[in-house]
């Protein structure tokens, strides 16, 4: 049945959905987040492929004719880029996208708005059995009711107006619990955790997004700490450092109630992260919990940070630490150099100027002062005071061979696949917030003109800095003398 637009209302495309959508953003919709909803349908159509053939059904994937798959698993041969073409198996029930299926996956999404993230997984995503797409707004839960009746996928896509912690935490029993949970708020996800982690099945998937990317990444320390149990800092890894917090917080809330996660996908991406993991239940590897905690001390000078570990498994094997730590020119000579010293490497998604591997940061440093003996610097421009200076001056334990080999080129580079998504328009970011009553709040391009040359007097020229008194001199630590930029005259400044 066609549905007749109402008043002041667009159809907006996306994927294989097509969704109306009020021009008054009585609805909250971010095109921005299109990638997340992408990357999300591709999880979840995975996780239905393993979870199904457990139980004998087949998924079909519209269009799909071959897959990469990516083995990251220790314990087996690496199969980086092996192409696989799934084939019939004799007696294998098949089912594919828009069919119901009755051994399928239970999705709750607990805050979806117009409902598009559902009305997608109805359209793109095969083996599933149904569709809770659950808003607080009576507005958007007749939205997403007429959505559903507009894309046709009304036998999967229930709409629901409830409070997403009280829904779930209604779902905790093991009958109740749901196979898939996606959480994508605006803001904080941390009101929801607790009743997440308990409304997912054994072995469910649960999507999580945080969009408060100031907090997480060292602007307010005190604010990560209440909503997440830790303390951001500022530093170049604060994204990674990120993806680490919120999988911590959700690591603790489970072991509550004696469940652990299994982490598959963390991504950063533009002003928000995304994490993908599986809930189990097992009150003896949740003691294990306390072995994947660490406090982290990070040098604001050198960058340098060193991991105490809060507590240790005697038989644990090797444990990675992750170092986003390069000052080198070329990449795939870092990675050539660690792969030749005997340690695993790999590229980071968060950065495309830093490695991660199991290296330790001296190994690291070491790396840096054989290049340096290489490729010299000026040292008469680094002060004998600064860290530079000393550790350029320290003899290297390691000699680095920077020989290039070819396993330090991913075949990921080698096949110039996209490793890093490129913003379509400038100011690319969160969108303004949904009004209930109707209409646009202020938009961030306003407010970002409106704080614009805040300071009245900068300063253009360098020689103005004379003007202003030199902090170090005060101390007695300024080792530039007359040289210094700024004044050492205190009594003329005052």
């Not at 803001?187 to 998937?205: N, R, T």
């Not at 303390?231 to 680490?244: D, G, P, Q, T, Y």
């Not at 054989?370 to 530079?388: Q, Y």
Request: glycine share 6%; hydrophobic share 35%.
């Amino acid at each position: 049945m066609e549905l007749s637009l109402m008043p002041g209302e667009t159809v907006v495309r996306e994927g294989r959905a097509a969704i109306l959508f009020p021009n008054a953003n009585e609805v909250f919709y971010n095109p921005v987040q299109e990638f997340n909803r992408d990357l999300t349908c591709a999880v979840i159509t995975e996780f239905a492929r393993e979870t199904l053939a457990q139980k004998g059904v087949r998924v079909v994937v519209p269009g799909e004719r071959e897959r990469v798959v990516v083995c990251v698993s220790e314990n087996k041969e690496s199969t980086d880029g092996q192409v696989v073409k799934d084939e019939e198996e004799d007696g294998l029930a098949s089912i594919s996208v828009g069919e119901q299926c009755q051994q399928g996956l239970r999705i709750l999404e607990g805050l979806a708005a117009s409902g598009l993230r559902s009305v997608r997984f109805a359209l793109e995503v095969p083996g599933i059995r149904s569709i809770t797409a659950n808003d607080f707004s009576a507005r958007a839960a007749s939205l997403i009711a007429r959505n559903a009746n507009f894309n046709k996928v009304s036998h999967l896509l229930q709409a629901s107006q409830r409070d997403a912690s009280m829904l779930m935490y209604e779902s905790r029993g093991r009958k109740e619990r749901y196979d898939v949970i996606d959480l994508d708020p605006y803001g904080s996800p941390s009101p929801f955790l607790d009743a997440a982690v308990q409304a997912v099945g054994d072995g469910g998937l649960l999507c999580i997004t945080c969009t408060d990317m100031a907090v997480m990444a060292g602007n307010s320390g005190e604010t990560c700490y209440s909503k997440y149990g830790s303390v951001s800092i500022k530093a170049k890894f604060c994204h990674e450092m990120a993806l680490r917090i919120i999988l911590h917080s959700l690591d603790q809330r489970a072991a509550v109630y004696q469940r652990y996660i299994e982490p598959l996908l963390s991504v950063s991406v533009d002003f928000y992260i995304r994490v993908f993991i599986k809930v189990h239940t097992g009150q003896a590897t949740v003691k294990n919990s306390a072995s994947k905690q660490a406090l982290v001390y990070n040098c604001i000078g050198c960058g340098t940070f060193h991991l105490q570990r809060m507590g240790k498994r005697t038989n644990q094997g090797k444990r990675l630490n992750h170092v986003l730590l390069c000052s080198l020119k070329c990449l795939i000579s870092v990675r050539s150099a660690l792969l030749h010293a005997g340690h695993r490497v790999s590229l980071s998604h968060a950065c495309k100027n830093a490695v991660k591997t199991d290296a330790p940061s001296r190994v690291m440093w070491d790396l840096v002062r054989c290049w340096e003996k290489i490729n010299p610097v000026k040292r008469e421009r680094l002060s004998e005071t600064s860290p530079a200076f000393h550790i350029l001056s320290t003899e290297p334990l390691l000699q680095a061979c920077f020989d290039l080999r070819e396993d330090a080129n991913p075949q990921s580079r080698r096949r110039h696949l996209t490793r890093f998504q490129e913003n379509p328009q400038a100011n690319w970011g969160p969108k303004a917030r949904a009004k209930a009553g109707g209409g646009l709040s202020s938009g961030l391009e306003d407010r970002r003109k409106r704080f614009q040359n805040k300071r009245k007097l900068q300063i253009t020229d360098s020689a103005q800095l004379k003007n202003f008194p030199c902090k170090k001199f005060r101390k007695g630590t300024c080792t530039h003398g007359e040289e210094c930029c700024f004044s050492h005259e205190l009594e003329r400044v005052k």
